[in-house]
């Protein structure tokens, strides 16, 4: 039988990504032909000029050229600190970057980056329980392979939420069981909605496998409160639920007041109590202050499962073979970064904080211009990269996407690239209530691009208003 969409895997064909769909694909189109496209559709830091951070560069070079580390010049080109770093892990990487390495990922890699969460958590870590990945996504996968046997499992997964989940449900044949979060309380995570929506999945005869939270919120921004995630685990440890939690913006906190709190910390401060339950934490070089999306480093961390199940992770990480080694050791940098008083040190943290500076300045500047049209209202992006806001459009901008045959905030968002050149992401793409319409933009462009980004974006909303006002 020959391949064809018709004869292809139905869930291949009915799974979905709208950070990379529709409105990404006419970009392309356009770029094509062109037009200038800024691409605010997906968190990638270093397209839009964001700088990567030297001391990662710089040990990664060593690595990937050791040949450098004979040279007689190469403390005159590199800090002593990079360099003994990239001697260390290339001692303990046989054939160097280009080899496999264990499938878990490199043990010296996954040593440090056990020290890092326990830097960060004050709570114990096993390097045995961290599998490295290709970027935090195929974690998520590996999970879903696991915990999926047929369309009677489900997942709790918030709405809106990062299509990563709805896609990877669709992909391995489980079931969506939505929960909503609250826009009206600055996107709130709330137990009695969780508690509605997992009685509602077993209603419908769903096996509710395990909870997805993301926090700091994609696309939404919310930065969840320690009290909050004590909620959270308790509702998973009453339910007999997997705790998953995407934790890839935890450096990514800008409102004031706000912090992040690891669930894999909040769970280990509530005592033994809590053992029983069961959590898979993911981290990523894509995001944060590092922006290394291309790299594709990240890593998951199981909590409270037997070896045995660790077993089957390997086994799935196996037939991969390994990640790749380079984004192994980038993430081992990230999660082990020079200290104070290394040689790197300086350089680092200015760069660390210049960038996460910036991006607190631009968070606020994206929110002052959606606040400031008319029909539209955002919350404050909290954390991530994103912000998030609500439009009210016109009955007769509705009746004209419906006459295309487009969902009406992805006609809005195509006439906003076609008009400014500026890729956005509608919300449908993420889930979003019956009747509502939003759209995720990135505030990553530079600060140098967002004036004319902001008068772009004033002119052509004011300019749809009135067309379908009127």
Known sequence: MTLTVETANENVVNTQYAVRGEIVQIAAQLASEGRKIIYCNIGNP????????????????????????????????????????????????????????????????????????????????????????????????????????????AILTPIPQYPLYSATLTLYGGSLAPYYLDESKGWSMGVEELSASIAKARAAGKTVRALVVINPGNPTGQVLSMENQKEIIKFCKDEGLILLADEVYQDNIYAEGKEFNSFKKVLRSMGDEYNSVQLVSFQSTSKGFYGECGRRGGYMEMVGFDDKVGGLMNKIASVNLCSNTAGQILMSLVMEPPKQGDPSYALY???????????????????????????????????????????????????????LGKKPDVFYCIELLKKTGVCVVAGSGFGQKEGTFHFRTTFLPSEEDFPTIVKGLTEFHEEFMKKYSS
């Not at 020290?115 to 390097?127: L, N, Y």
């Not at 991006?359 to 539209?376: D, H, T």
Request: charged residues 20%; contains cysteine; aromatic residues 4%.
């Open 349 to 403: 943290s200015e760069e660390r904080d210049a960038i996460l500076s910036s991006l607190k300045r631009r968070a606020k500047m994206i929110v002052s211009c959606l606040n400031s049209l008319e029909g539209v209202s955002c919350n404050d992006a909290e954390g991530a990269m994103y912000a998030f806001p609500s439009i009210t459009l016109p009955p007769k901008a509705v009746q004209a996407a419906e006459a």
């Open 46 to 153: 270093q397209s839009l000029g964001q700088k990567p951070i030297t001391f990662f560069r710089q040990v990664l070079a060593l690595c990937d050229c050791p040949v450098l580390l004979e040279s007689p010049e190469v403390e005159k080109l590199f800090p002593s600190d990079a360099i003994a770093r990239a001697r260390a892990l290339l001692a303990a990487c046989p054939g160097g970057t280009g080899a496999y390495s264990q499938s878990k990922g490199i043990q010296v890699c996954r040593e440090a980056i056990a020290r890092g969460i326990e830097a960060r958590d004050g709570f114990p870590s096993d390097p045995n329980s961290i599998f490295i990945t290709d970027g935090a996504s195929p974690g998520v996968h590996m999970c879903m392979k696991v915990l999926l046997r047929n369309d009677s499992d």
